[in-house]
Each structure stands twice: as structure tokens, then as C-alpha cells.
């Protein structure tokens, strides 16, 4: 049955379109340029997926969802020789979840919003989109192997195992209930922060501080934006126009403060300074993810979880008070 002859509430209208890893930036730009002459409702997910909205596009181009899909497939492979995974469905998870279905190198599945919980409903509760490592171990231990066996346990009891927010969220995965809506985003810059010395520094103490505080602004930065970074860079600007610069990736995409730090701190003990003049740092977050894709996962790291509530109260007081009132105090002497 063509989407044109179900009732409006029975067509899948998200897609959500999954590029091969590695592809490189400029290619992914690209496949988003084919995207939007499907819709003009393009949700960018670097670094190699995205959600476009539908809704709009099928009376443009006279066809269902599912031919939809194929014609993005012909165009991606004979203009840019990159075949695509196809993912569609009533709401974003059923449409990410579909798409990783789809077996490599591409292809198209179509879930209607009728039998979305039943589709769902034999996974793997781990294929579930959303769901990480961490949190599919924890509903193993309890016993839930599928995602129809997590739409059956009682969403209270989710949330002991997974947590407040990831419980209430993962119950309602499961059952397909996925509020929200693709957001038009195009693909986001890097986010960057820099400091430059008045006067040339040697001080590893000062250096370092100095570094502290460019995560905190970083940190804040990514969180304002909604979006976590997968990788920073560390420039190190050096007397006599001189540069040191290093990549590494984080082990999940981050914004908190403490994740930042401790992979800046490596950078910079990866520099080796010894009495080099610095005239300036710069950092900058990579590969740039949108916060609300990327899954939380549990954490048994009290401490840790403490200091996750104090960086949101900070933040509220900083938008309240302005960014300086409130820091690490380290970081007063980098100032």
C-alpha cells in the first residue's frame, strides 16, 4: 500500500539517513545538498548521518515515503558514489533504529506508524536507538533481552535501573513514543576558544590554569549550543610565530567540564613543554554531535554524577550573573 493511499496518521513521515563511517566532510556536506532537494527539513548529524522530515515533501514530489528513500539511494550513488542506509518511520527513534537495520552497504526500510511496536518488539533492547553499552548491560542483568520485554517492565522500575530521565526516555522508546520533531539544522561548526598572554608565559602552573579555564568556557559553550564534541585540538602558540597543534578523541562525545579537562590536560602533556614562551592557546571541539543524540549513559561514579548537578547549577548562575561570577579556583589566576 502506497503512502498516498493509507490514512494520514498511518504514513511514516521521519527519515533518517545513515552515510558509511569515515566519510569525509566534504563528501557528507554534499550527501545534506541531496538531502535537501528531498525537504527542506534537514537535521544534520555528524559525522555521518542525518533526519529529514518528510511530511512536506510527499505531495512535492508525488510519491510515497519508501520511493523517497530509493530515489535518495540512485542519486547518492551515481552522483557521489556513496550508497546510504535508509531508515523511515512516525518518530525518530523508529527511524534510526530502522535505518541500522538495514544491512551494508545500503538500502530502505519503512516502518509504518501502526506496527511500530510490534516491529520493535523482538530487537535487541541494544538496537534500540539510544540505548548505550552501559544501559543495555544493566537491562541485561534484570533480564530484558528485547526491546518488547523493556516496553512491558513498568516504566518506574526502568527508571531504577537507567535513572530518572533515561528511564522515563528508554520506556518510552520502546512503547515508540518519540516526541520529538527534526529540527533544521545545517552542519555545525567547530567550537572554538582561545587566550593570548600580555606577556610571553613560562609558568607551568599559569599555562595550565589558563587552559582550565578555556574548557569551562568551552564546556559552556558546547552546552549552550546543544551539541557535544567527539575530539578536541590543542594549538600551542609559541615566540617567534611557531605552533604546536594535536587531535585526540574523546572516548564518548562530551561537553562537561570534566570529560574536556582531563583530555586537555593530555594534549598538553603531550606538548612536553619545558620553558617554551608561550604567546597563546587555542581550543577547539570537533566532530560536533547534537547533545540530544548522543546517549547518557549510567554512571555508578557518585562523585562524578555530584559534580554533573554543579556544573548545570553553575551554568544557571552564570546565565543569570554573568559567565566570570563563578569557577574553578584555579582558574582566577589565568585571569
Known sequence: MTAEALPAREVPTVMHVRCPDRLPEPTYRRVLEELTELSPVVQALPPSAALVELK???????????????????????????????????????????????????????VTPGRAADWLAPLPVQALHGIGPR????????????????????????????????????????????????????LPASATVRRTFDRQAIDGAAVRAALLDLVVQLGRLLRRRGQAARALTLTLRFAGGAAWEKTRRLTEPSAHDDDLRALAYRLMDAAGLQRGRLTGLVLKGEDLADADQVARQISLDSAREARLVAEAAMDRIRDKFGPDVIGPAATRRAS
Open 135 to 186: 544501559q543495555a548491560e544493566a537491562l541485561h542483568e534484570y533480564g530484558v533481552h528485547t526491546v518488547g520485554l523493556l516496553a512491558a517492565v513498568s516504566p518506574a522500575t526502568v527508571q531504577r535501573l537507567l535513572g530518572g530521565q533515561a528511564g522515563r526516555t528508554a520506556a518510552d522508546r520502546a512503547r515508540g513514543v518519540d516526541p520529538r520533531p527534526v529540527v533544521p539544522r545545517a
Open 56 to 110: 512536506g515533501a510527499l505531495r512535492y514530489h508525488g510519491t510515497d515515503t519508501l520511493r523517497l528513500g530509493e530515489m535518495l539511494r540512485v542519486r547518492t550513488v551515481s552522483r557521489l558514489g556513496v550508497d546510504v542506509r535508509v531508515g523511515i518511520g512516525p518518530t525518530v527513534t523508529v527511524a534510526a533504529t530502522a535505518s541500522a537495520q538495514v544491512p551494508e552497504p545500503g538500502g530502505v526500510l519503512a
